[in-house]
Nanobody, 122 residues
């Protein structure tokens, strides 16, 4: 099982980024995939999740209306589209797999990608 997060980078405030999470070694359609982030000096927090049944959840309050999670099962890839980015969105973003349900609690996720750094700065 592997999860490969990519798409991070430096972006100016107000800009947009789309992160990708490429999954391999398992059937994506059977699993829930979440995005988490960890800012310097802070605890990891749940950002969003896409469920195996097609549900989409945004957990970070500041992300509602700005973040969209989606999946392309044919490409074994999950995306996190982020718009109107703010400096407080700066963090390492991780994708992870959950066997049963979506949650903003990281304890239910069994496999994690390596993370991709998003820096929002002028």
């Amino acid at each position: 099982v592997q999860l490969q997060a990519s798409g991070g980078g430096l972006v100016q405030p107000g800009g947009s980024l789309t992160l990708s999470c490429a999954a391999s070694g398992f059937t994506l359609t059977h699993y829930n995939i979440g995005w988490f982030r960890q800012a310097p000096g802070k605890e990891r927090e749940g950002v969003a999740c896409t469920s195996s049944s097609g549900g989409r959840f945004i957990y970070v309050g500041s992300g509602k209306g700005r973040f969209t999670i989606s999946r392309d099962n044919a490409k074994n890839t999950v995306y996190l589209q982020m718009t109107s980015l703010k400096p407080e969105d700066t963090a390492v973003y991780y994708c992870a797999r959950a066997p049963n349900v979506c949650s903003g609690y990281d304890g239910i996720y069994d496999y994690w990608g390596q993370g991709t750094l998003v820096t929002v700065s002028s």
